[in-house]
């Protein structure tokens, strides 16, 4: 399936037109995302280690009310930890999909490995950082680094 992100009019037929797509590996879970994503960075939090077997995780925060769960939703299964934000992925395949807060369901950061071409957005932070991988050196690549959640430096939800 050769699925790309393309403009298209937005829902509200006011002339807006963004779109972004994506899904899992399998196929099963589609999602759209009708504005551009907020901000982006990459998370080096020991959750995110485990939940992708990586030593750092690229997620981006959705506008509040953008992102829609198209397709598989009953495939849909999330790891709700105490004290973060759920992580849902499909229960078929095992992707990354997005992050939901438990506290304000509109709250979704999604991976940006999970979004169908380019997320017209690029990482500019790095977040517990206090946490990396001892067999991975963080890239020497100028973005910022916070020991622990950026959310706490600037404003918003933390998307891990
Ligand atoms: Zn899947
Ligand atoms: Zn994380």
Known sequence: ???????RPGPAGD?????????????????E???PLVSASY???????????????????TEPGSFRVLAGEDRL????????AEKW???DCGSALYSRSPDDPLQIGVRLG????????????????????????IPDDGLPRYPE??????????AS
């Open 89 to 91: 992925f499909c229960g």
């Open 149 to 158: 959640s950026a959310a706490a430096a600037a404003s918003g939800a933390d």
């Open 77 to 84: 299964r999330a790891w709700k930890p105490g004290g973060g």
């Open 1 to 7: 399936m050769a699925h790309r992100a393309r403009p």
């Open 114 to 137: 999970a979004i169908d071409g380019d997320p017209e957005i690029r990482p500019s932070a790095r977040q517990y950082t206090a946490y990396t991988a001892v067999w991975e050196a």
């Open 43 to 61: 998370c080096h939090c020991t959750r995110c280690q485990r939940r992708t077997g990586t030593g750092s995780s690229a997620n981006a925060r």
């Open 33 to 35: 995302i009708n504005s």
């Open 15 to 31: 002339g807006v037109s963004f779109r972004l797509t994506g899904g899992c590996g399998c196929g099963a879970v589609r999602f």
